[in-house]
């Protein structure tokens, strides 16, 4: 495996004299040998674990996951197209992912890390695939997204896809190829798969609640209102023991929903946490949607319009 054994040593090097260290203080705090340190500062020896570990305790930082980090000549590149392309995801921000696409096949003639190299390839497959849905192009899209598996998981089929476990990566990929199915009117393999994606995450990841969401607006839609309250409250719990809560507030708009649909009187609560939730994050124009909605939709004698911050534990 390569390292960028030079990246690491100079950031090595700052981390110890930001806390005003010097080689030989390091090397007597934790008997490793003053040599051994240089070299590693030098980027001429790969360090073994037991030293990183030890050295983390000095240095007051992850010696070790930073060490990896270095397993790219510039992991920080790749991060920040990572982040800006989750960021477009996030906003639905199709058009313009080209940029992303153009880094990552630039980062893919530089990477020789094996992992990354494969990595880097299943991300531009799959940032294609996105950057297809503004011209509804859905037998393309496919096919890349298909493409993408195929990397890891070569004998995939959408047939056979039950057969194999996914890492997160190829669980987001899995849930697109789910989108397309949809869009192409095949509601219940929609359903399937993505019910299928909720059985390879853990509560704990990320997108466990993000697939709940899916689920239970899909539910509602088809009119299934009790499966659509079941998987917005699954997904609802699981942003609470993460203490993530950036778009619980769809979670509980959904909720209030289907709640409203079965006479259930808690739809009022639900709702109002969704505003509550819009404003603390501001979200103003969702909860502006939402209000809307709400109030042409619901027929009661609750206007929501006006509710805010303060009035949600009425």
């Not at 696409?101 to 190299?117: A, D, R, T, W």
């Not at 939709?297 to 009035?311: E, I, M």
């Amino acid at each position: 495996m390569s390292y960028n054994l030079e990246g690491f040593g100079e950031e090595l090097k700052s981390i110890r004299k930001e806390l005003g260290y010097t080689q030989g203080y390091i090397s007597q705090k934790l008997n490793i040998h003053a040599d051994t340190l240089r070299k590693i500062e030098g980027g001429k020896v790969i360090p073994k674990i037991e030293t990183l570990d030890y050295l983390s305790t000095v240095l007051k930082a992850d010696i070790s996951t930073l060490f990896l980090n270095f397993r790219l000549d510039d992991y920080s590149l790749l991060n920040d197209v990572m982040r800006s392309l989750e960021d477009k995801l996030d906003k639905f921000d199709y058009g313009s992912i080209s940029s992303e696409i153009e880094m990552l096949n630039k980062l893919s003639s530089m990477i020789k890390n094996p992992y990354y190299k494969v990595l880097v390839k299943q991300l531009t497959l799959f940032a294609s695939g996105i950057s297809l849905s503004v011209k509804h192009d859905f037998k393309d899209r496919q096919e890349k997204y298909i493409e993408a598996l195929k990397l890891t998981t070569p004998e995939f089929k959408l047939s056979n896809h039950t057969k194999f476990a996914y890492s997160l990566m190829e669980v987001r990929i899995l849930m697109n190829i789910a989108f397309v199915r949809n869009d192409m009117g095949y509601k219940d393999e929609y359903l399937s798969l993505m019910e299928f994606c909720l059985t390879q995450v853990k509560q704990r990841d990320n997108l466990y609640p993000i697939i709940c969401h899916n689920l239970a607006t899909s539910y509602y839609r088809n009119k299934m209102y009790k499966e659509a309250l079941k998987y917005a409250q699954i997904g609802i719990e699981a942003y609470k023991k993460s203490r993530v809560f950036d778009q619980m507030h769809s979670l509980y708009y959904i909720k209030g929903l289907a709640e409203y649909r079965l006479e259930d009187n808690e739809y009022i609560r639900s709702i109002k946490m969704a505003i509550y939730l819009c404003e603390a994050y501001g979200l103003h124009y969702v909860k502006k949607m939402m209000t809307s909605k709400c109030n042409k939709f619901l027929d009661s004698q609750h206007d929501f319009k006006n509710y805010c911050l303060f009035q949600v534990d009425e």
